[in-house]
């Protein structure tokens, strides 16, 4: 008799929990289906200012129109994109954080560094929106014309040439550091937190050059100049600028305007942030602007981004243990 009651009570404990799990499994599903509820927080890894920046803000404001939620853009600086990205990766997987990413923090910096995340496990990419123009860039009135220039005032002047990036281990320090090795030149890296730090310092006299993201305006004005571009193909906005490889350097550069969440973030977000940035993608206002940023517009779904990353992500492992940077 005992025994039977030990039991009914057994069953009624496993029902009641059953009941609970099946419950809380229709609230979740009621919840994603009004999702978004409330304000996104859209984390940026960089200062504000910069040409990627704008382009992420330039987005929101069409994203706001596509989602009916406000989109709040939060600047979270340094140590080569890779604070704000793990800022990210450290929220709640609810869809109410996303960030940007263009390739570094992903599949370049924590091959190289400590950080506390990793680029796989804990991140889920959502899509990509456009593309970047990286270059090497110097003052408007700087006596280099050309990048030949600078690497020649290099080699006549050993540890001379300083240059600023967004910080140590970044993809545009790494990348000049590989030319120098294969220039057999000696330069001098001064990091910095951001582009606008870099830019800052580059027109002040405090450095020679600088290599990363660059201000079209400043381009433009005459205020700096481009040496060449930190790109695997030819820009259609700077058509007359050398590519990596027009000057004999066979290096990879891949950099994109990416979107990124927590990793346990549901599909069902994932799917209508997706299709929601594809949608902001083809308003006027959104194309205008890229066009103004000089900026190319880029669509990769996040299933062919997460595909792109993790290719990358082996390939920089190889590369690295090739270059004796990591064991």
Same mark, same amino acid.
């Given at each position: 008799?005992?025994?039977?009651?030990?039991?009914?009570?057994?069953?009624?404990?496993?029902?009641?929990?059953?009941?609970?799990?099946?419950?809380?499994?229709?609230?979740?599903?009621?919840?994603?289906?009004?999702?978004?509820?409330?304000?996104?927080?859209?984390?940026?890894?960089?200062?504000?200012?910069?040409?990627?920046?704008?382009?992420?803000?330039?987005?929101?404001?069409?994203?706001?129109?596509?989602?009916?939620?406000?989109?709040?853009?939060?600047?979270?600086?340094?140590?080569?994109?890779?604070?704000?990205?793990?800022?990210?990766?450290?929220?709640?997987?609810?869809?109410?954080?996303?960030?940007?990413?263009?390739?570094?923090?992903?599949?370049?910096?924590?091959?190289?560094?400590?950080?506390?995340?990793?680029?796989?496990?804990?991140?889920?990419?959502?899509?990509?929106?456009? *593309?970047?123009?990286? *270059?090497?860039?110097? +003052?408007?009135?700087?006596?280099?014309?050309?990048?030949?220039?600078?690497?020649?005032?290099?080699?006549?002047?050993?540890?001379?040439?300083?240059?600023?990036?967004?910080?140590?281990?970044?993809?545009?320090?790494?990348?000049?550091?590989?030319?120098?090795?294969?220039?057999?030149?000696?330069?001098?890296?001064?990091?910095?937190?951001?582009?606008?730090?870099?830019?800052?310092?580059?027109?002040?006299?405090?450095?020679?050059?600088?290599?990363?993201?660059?201000?079209?305006?400043?381009?433009?004005?005459?205020?700096?100049?481009?040496?060449?571009?930190?790109?695997?193909?030819?820009?259609?906005?700077?058509?007359?600028?050398?590519?990596?490889?027009?000057?004999?350097?066979?290096?990879?550069?891949?950099?994109?305007?990416?979107?990124?969440?927590?990793?346990?973030?549901?599909?069902?977000?994932?799917? +209508?942030?997706?299709?929601?940035?594809?949608?902001?993608?083809?308003?006027?206002?959104?194309?205008?602007?890229?066009?103004?940023?000089?900026?190319?517009?880029?669509?990769?779904?996040?299933?062919?981004?997460?595909?792109?990353?993790?290719?990358?992500?082996?390939?920089?492992?190889?590369?690295?243990?090739?270059?004796?940077?990591?064991?």
């Amino acid at each position: 008799m005992k025994s039977c009651f030990i039991r009914s009570k057994g069953f009624f404990f496993l029902a009641v929990v059953i009941v609970l799990f099946c419950w809380g499994m229709g609230y979740a599903q009621e919840d994603i289906s009004k999702y978004p509820s409330k304000p996104i927080t859209y984390i940026v890894p960089i200062p504000p200012g910069t040409g990627t920046d704008l382009s992420v803000r330039l987005m929101a404001r069409e994203l706001e129109k596509q989602l009916g939620q406000t989109i709040v853009v939060v600047n979270k600086p340094g140590a080569a994109l890779t604070i704000g990205t793990a800022a990210v990766a450290s929220a709640k997987p609810d869809g109410y954080t996303i960030g940007f990413s263009g390739g570094p923090p992903l599949f370049f910096t924590p091959l190289l560094e400590k950080v506390p995340y990793h680029p796989l496990k804990d991140l889920r990419m959502v899509t990509q929106f456009g *593309g970047f123009n990286f *270059g090497v860039i110097v +003052k408007g009135d700087s006596p280099f014309k050309s990048f030949k220039d600078l690497i020649d005032y290099a080699r006549q002047n050993p540890k001379k040439l300083t240059y600023g990036t967004t910080g140590t281990n970044s993809m545009p320090h790494i990348t000049m550091e590989r030319i120098a090795k294969q220039e057999n030149v000696q330069i001098t890296h001064i990091p910095f937190k951001g582009t606008p730090e870099s830019q800052t310092a580059l027109l002040g006299g405090h450095i020679l050059a600088a290599s990363g993201d660059f201000g079209s305006s400043l381009v433009e004005s005459g205020e700096t100049r481009v040496l060449m571009l930190l790109k695997e193909e030819k820009s259609a906005e700077y058509p007359q600028i050398p590519i990596l490889k027009d000057l004999g350097y066979n290096l990879p550069y891949p950099m994109f305007i990416g979107v990124i969440t927590p990793k346990a973030v549901p599909d069902a977000i994932v799917a +209508k942030l997706d299709k929601a940035f594809a949608q902001a993608m083809k308003e006027p206002a959104f194309i205008n602007g890229m066009k103004e940023l000089r900026l190319p517009i880029l669509y990769r779904s996040g299933k062919e981004l997460d595909a792109y990353v993790a290719r990358n992500y082996e390939y920089y492992s190889k590369l690295f243990k090739e270059l004796g940077l990591i064991k």
